[in-house]
């Protein structure tokens, strides 16, 4: 499963529930031709306008097993969920691991950077986050982000 911070451009809601008491959006399973390994994927994605969240699930299976996947999202009051570390071997002047901890501190998190030597890496690639992504937490919680060490 993929959260993001906003929808995805080809997202187009289908429908509109209820996600304990909060309005979501729902664009049911679709069945398309992945291009680069052509096989046949279901894909589905939920979106909450009010959090600026979606989370969208994507399979081999039958539509029904993707919609089944996406049931179980709740909304946790007083609880932040860490982030998905994003990694970029493109740019290495970007520091992703240093925006990844700018990203958890906007969440209301503390980062807590560490570095260390991981030879195959670019320095400033994050390497570890502890606890790992999708753990809820309660806001101010301290979050590990291991990031390779400049040379």
Do not use: W
């Not at 299976?61 to 970029?88: F, H, M, Q, W």
């Not at 950077?113 to 992504?133: E, K, Y």
């Amino acid at each position: 499963m993929h959260l993001a911070s906003r929808t995805r451009i080809d997202f187009q809601a289908d429908e509109t529930f209820q996600i304990d008491g909060v309005r979501a959006e729902r664009q049911r399973a679709r069945r398309t031709v992945d291009s680069l390994d052509r096989v046949t994927v279901c894909s589905g994605t939920v979106f909450i306008p009010s959090l600026n969240v979606s989370f969208r699930a994507k399979s081999t299976t039958p539509s029904g097993e993707v919609k089944r996947i996406l049931e179980p999202i709740t909304i946790v009051p007083d609880k932040v969920g860490v982030r998905r570390a994003l990694y970029s071997e493109s740019n290495p002047a970007s520091r992703p691991g240093v925006q990844y901890a700018g990203r958890l501190a906007a969440l209301d998190l503390k980062p807590n950077i560490q570095t260390r030597n991981s030879p195959g890496h670019l320095p400033g690639d994050t390497l570890v986050v502890s606890p790992s992504a999708g753990t809820l937490l309660t806001p101010g919680a301290t979050v590990t982000v291991t990031v390779v060490a400049q040379p």
